[in-house]
């Protein structure tokens, strides 16, 4: 089982990601987990869904131009497509955070049907505009220098039965874009 995180900094220009700040801007809504528990006690954001690659080619290009290298390189995964881009807000009016979690369990996905396979998540702010929201992995905090990661435009992958979750932000406000990249079921 691979449990590399590969980080890229500055994959994505300030500008690209000024402008994916702009277009999900008008569409926040109150995150949702799918876990059916008190939704704040695990997750205090706001996401805003770009949907629709053709309507977003500005931005899926170059993201999944360094989703292709990245996983040619280091995963070698077999993918097929990514969900839709989702831009998550976390603000210091509600000390936003997101406790540890997998995007997908290892073990128990059905047969027969794509899973979560690769997990990214691409800073969008600069770090000097918020404080604490900082990327963690908790069972794997020898292989993540959380520095690495603050700077706009860096990206994170990992596979998505790593374990990983976001800090409180207590001062100011930061973007992320997220996105799991789907393939069958691991062998």
């Given at each position: ?96 955070f997101y406790k540890p979690h997998q995007d997908q369990q290892y073990d128990f996905a059905e047969k027969q049907k794509t899973v979560r396979k690769l997990s990214m998540s691409i800073q969008l702010t600069p770090p000097e505009h918020y404080e604490g929201g900082q990327l963690q992995f ?50």
């Amino acid at each position: 089982m691979k449990r590399n995180i590969i980080v890229g900094k500055q994959a994505l220009s300030a500008d690209i990601c000024n402008h994916i700040i702009e277009v999900a801007r008008p569409n926040f809504e109150r995150a949702l987990t799918g876990t059916g528990e008190d939704v704040n006690s695990i997750r205090r954001s706001k996401v805003s869904w770009l949907e629709g690659a053709i309507k977003h080619l500005d931005i899926y290009m170059p993201i999944c131009q360094i989703i292709h290298r990245v996983n040619a390189e280091f995963y070698h995964f077999d993918l097929t497509d990514p969900e839709a881009f989702q831009i998550t807000k976390y603000d210091e009016k509600n000390q936003g955070f997101y406790k540890p979690h997998q995007d997908q369990q290892y073990d128990f996905a059905e047969k027969q049907k794509t899973v979560r396979k690769l997990s990214m998540s691409i800073q969008l702010t600069p770090p000097e505009h918020y404080e604490g929201g900082q990327l963690q992995f908790p069972d794997d905090k020898d292989k993540f220098n959380v520095e690495d990661a603050m700077d706009q435009g860096t990206v994170v992958f990992f596979p998505s039965y790593m374990k990983h979750g976001v800090t409180p932000v207590t001062k100011g406000i930061r973007y992320s874009l997220v996105c799991w990249i789907h393939g069958p079921n691991f062998k």
